[in-house]
């Protein structure tokens, strides 16, 4: 069964930008921007002292015009360091449409007893994430299920997509054909654009998370030496994916022109 729906991002999810200066890199430099200055608010927090009250004025400090909800929860999953998602409230209309509104982020850490945010570091890689959607607001909306909903059509994108962004799964050629068979060539095309958006922010978190890492919790031999031989498999991994992905949509794009 299929359910009409309006899929909106709230006006204070938004960042605003001059029309002259909407363009990619644009966003992609004031994302990165508002990250470097939130590390630089973050490392003159004594650690145990960066409370959730805390957390969310340096937040708003940086994007003052806009102000988002943000909620800070527990994460219970013990395989993640942390996670960010996008808070959506649903709404049926008089005409029987399902109003989906995006109104607010969630970001899940690991929390101690007084509710303090203890991995800095972490705490940046989620909050880059955040700044990307401020910044890339239509994003968060679900390509393929902009318009009508069928329910098992959409837990199957849903975990598709899931499947793809998450770090500890490989991702390459067959994989990408055995989870993308039976859609229809848009539907592809909505699956990969949002799978390469998801791990181009993967990306972009887990290089500041390094960089923050380096600049301040290590002194500068030390510093040297993670540089050198860091744990850096994981942004390793993803650049690869990013790779992959951009490279069958490309082909799917081609195929889809009839070039």
Same mark, same amino acid.
């Given at each position: 069964?299929? &359910?009409? =729906?309006? @899929? %909106?991002?709230?006006? /204070? +999810?938004?960042?605003? *930008? ?51 909800? &943000?909620? =800070?929860? @527990? %994460?219970?999953?013990? /395989? +993640?360091?942390?996670? *960010? ?175």
């Amino acid at each position: 069964m299929a &359910i009409k =729906v309006r @899929q %909106l991002v709230s006006p /204070n +999810l938004k960042l605003s *930008f001059p029309q002259k200066k909407k363009s990619l890199k644009i966003r992609e430099k004031t994302a990165a921007e508002l990250s470097q200055g939130f590390q630089k608010l973050i490392m003159q927090v004594p650690d145990g002292e960066l409370t959730i009250d805390k957390y969310r004025e340096m937040i708003f400090s940086l994007i003052p015009s806009i102000k988002p909800p &943000i909620e =800070v929860i @527990q %994460l219970n999953d013990k /395989n +993640l360091g942390g996670a *960010f998602q996008t808070m959506i409230s649903a709404e049926e209309e008089e005409n029987g449409c399902v109003k989906l509104l995006h109104n607010g982020y969630r970001v899940k850490l690991d929390l101690d007893g007084n509710k303090i945010l203890s991995d800095k570091h972490i705490v940046v890689h989620e909050t880059r994430h955040m700044f990307d959607t401020v910044c890339f607001p239509k994003r968060a909306i679900q390509r393929n299920l902009e318009h009508s909903i069928d329910l098992n059509f959409a837990n199957r994108i849903t975990n598709t997509v899931a499947f793809f962004k998450h770090p500890a799964n490989p991702l390459n050629r067959e994989i990408l054909d055995e989870k993308l068979v039976g859609f229809d060539i848009e539907t592809i095309v909505g699956i990969l654009q949002q799978v390469r958006h998801s791990i181009q922010s993967e990306v972009n978190a887990y290089k500041d998370e390094f960089l923050f890492i380096c600049n301040s919790e290590l002194n500068p031999f030390e510093r040297v030496i993670y540089k050198l031989f860091g744990t850096t498999a994981p942004l390793t991994a993803m650049r690869k994916k990013l790779k992959v992905v951009t490279t069958e949509l490309q082909k799917v794009l081609r195929s889809r022109h009839g070039s």
